[in-house]
């Protein structure tokens, strides 16, 4: 082979050309499918076809009540916790350990009984991202010594380099680890109580209470955007790629920030007449028993294990 | 496009973690510290905005935004996408909870460079305000990409091509988002030319009670 004198030590794998749609296409075509199955799946649409789906998902069901050992976990350690793991699980390099990661997550998913609904929305926001550096990485990873390219047929152009298709699998899979801990970290209290954990743990006050207002006045915003869309359907409105629907969109966005910057003062007013001086009354008390303590070493414990794991392996 | 968990090296994600807690301390200071509500209750309406998918040919993209956020919140607007994009992490998943500083820093700081150029050049009449808007949102798409490029390319060679895609993916999307912030702004020109004031800005300066 031509290339394989200039590389020698470049391992090459001749596979014939009808490997191609069988190894490349078809699995690339299944995973399409399934994600957008699952997405339309799981996303439950309220509007027509052609329009976003405007609804925000609410962060915690039933309040965020409920009764396994992640619910009664104390939520300052589950948030730091958490927090110093994903760190630990973003930093891994190696597949084996990603994947042991995701297993964990697995884990913590079934003890934790979170919805998995929910859980499946998250992995098909993932997925689009995870999708384009499974494609894009093995073909532009450049070559290095001791790599293995694969070939199909006689399209020497179009190497796939196996180093790259691993280091795009090991991020998806430490993304994926990381997504799937999101919920049990967020819906398994009710948001003011996490952001109380957070300002306890050193957060300024303000930034949870700006969390919290803008989390609930998205979804008066949304519902002001879904009435505004359905009367520029009712006035016979339908999206097309022209500078028509680019203006009409345009005035849509000039309208609602016309419209939320004056509620947003109305909001204020309202506040401030009920008393507000900076400060929301706290949720709950918090206490901190052993085993909370004992839960967050378990838990740092599997963490350090990964890290340690990863780096045995160089 | 955000960036997820699990890509950046850890040294890039801790490093733009400071960064932009700094930029975020900087910007709540240019802020009334009574006026810190007010940006959230903005920031949902921006959240909101950004939901709103454009056709283009076969597919639609969605905006970014962070010119018109400059525009329109000035310094504040690193402080509104900061939590908007906190927002969409924790409720969507779109970019990681671990890569949050880095998606704040590059969406925020294209976002406040953009409000310093709009409010610069955007002039007294309507026609040459959407056209500095326009320009405002381009140039803030534009400088998004480059960042996000930027960070990529601190994960070595090897991302160098995913780079480039995610750099040709923004194309289209700065001249939609070109165009369509030069007509917002052009329409709340007519409508509301307060709103062009960027909002929130402290009347005395620097300091605050």
Redesign the interface.
Known sequence: MLLGRFMTDLQYIQVPLWYLPLLVLIPAAVAAGVVSWLGRRARTRVVPENDPDWSVPPLTQGRGQGTSLIHRWDVRCKILTMLAYSFAVASLRHLDAAALAVLFSLAVLMVARVSFHKVMLRLAALAGFMGMLLVVMPLTVPNHPGDTIVVFGSLDWLGVNVRGGILAATIAAKATAIALLMEPLLSTAPLPMTLYGLSRLGVPDMAGQMVLLSYRYLHVFTHEARRMTAGMQARGFAKKTNMDTLRALANFLGMLFVRSFERTERVFDAMQARGYKGRFPDPGQLQLRLSDIFIAGIWVAAGTGLVFFDWLKG | ??I?????P?SV??GSYAAGALVTAWSARRIH??D??????????F???S???????PTSA??LLPG?AGA?LGPAAF?SIG??L??QS?????G????LGANAVMMGVPAVICGWFFQQFKGSTRLRQAIAGGLAGALGTALAAIFLAALLVTGG??F???A??ALAVHVPVIV?EG??????I???AR??PA?LQS?FQDAAGSVHD
Not at chain 2, 90 to 94: G, V
Not at chain 2, 96 to 99: K, N, P, R, S, V
């Open positions: 496009m955000h997820s968990d699990g890509v950046l850890l994600t801790l510290s009574r810190l509500p007010k940006v959230a209750v903005v920031t949902s309406a959240f909101v905005a939901l709103v998918h454009i056709p283009f040919g969605h905006l018109l329109l402080v939590l908007g906190l927002l924790i409720l969507f998943q779109f990681g909870i671990t890569a060679e090897d160098f091509g995913v480039k895609i939609i165009v369509v912030s030069g007509f917002t052009g329409f709340l409508v509301k709103l909002s």
